[in-house]
T-cell receptor, first 112, second 111 residues
């Protein structure tokens, strides 16, 4: 497909479970961003990659959150020992060297 | 730090009414400014942008002007349609081009 894709679209986890969220950026896009969007709020920055290098992870809320992009393409956001406050929509965006960010549809995570 | 403040919604208008959604940003440097739109059931889409003071971004009848003196980037449209019903987010770029978003304004347009 031509756009950013994310999987799964919906994830329900029990408190304490680990989850992994996947992002497939647009082919050739160097930059990849993760955002967290709580209900009724705007997206908040989590982390940023340029190719495989994670250049900024200042928005990750705790050390339970970990992101990787080992080959500079697909990225995975992992959340360990999920908590109820982790419930949100997780958005991925990609761009070509600082131009417009294209967003995926998001993964809605619900932690019970 | 960087922040963006936009008017709370929901905003309810009749079709063909004039729309303004206010947005102000913190003035650290001269960031690029954006309006994103989220239609029901869809992902965020870039609506328009402006990269420097006095620039006007426009798309689909929507306009916003980068006002350095008032640190504002208000979104306007002269005549809204039912199909414009969506949530609108104002955003500014920061270091590394990461975006800081406002909380979003829901627009409902009725016949």
């Amino acid at each position: 497909g031509a756009g950013v894709s994310q999987s799964p679209r919906y994830k329900v986890a029990k408190r304490g479970q680990d989850v992994a969220l996947r992002c497939d950026p647009i082919s050739g896009h160097v930059s990849l961003f993760w955002y967290q969007q709580a209900l009724g709020q705007g997206p908040e920055f989590l982390t940023y990659f340029q190719n495989e290098a994670q250049l900024d992870k200042s928005g990750l809320p705790s050390d339970r959150f970990f992101a990787e992009r080992p080959e500079g393409s697909v990225s995975t956001l992992k959340i360990q020992r999920t908590q109820q406050e982790d419930s949100a929509v997780y958005l991925c965006a990609s761009s070509f060297l600082g131009n417009e960010q294209f967003f995926g549809p998001g993964t809605r995570l619900t932690v019970l | 730090g960087n922040s963006v403040t936009q008017m709370e919604g929901p905003v309810t208008l009749s079709e063909e009414a004039f729309l303004t959604i206010n947005c102000t940003y913190t003035a650290t440097g001269y960031p690029s400014l954006f309006w994103y739109v989220q239609y029901p059931g869809e992902g965020l889409q870039l609506l328009l942008k402006a990269t420097k003071a006095d620039d006007k971004g426009s798309n689909k009848g929507f306009e916003a002007t980068y006002r350095k003196e008032t640190t504002s980037f208000h979104l306007e449209k002269g005549s809204v349609q039912v199909s414009d019903s969506a949530v609108y987010f104002c955003a500014r770029a920061g270091g590394g081009n990461k975006l800081t978003f406002g909380t979003g304004t829901q627009l409902k347009v009725e016949l």
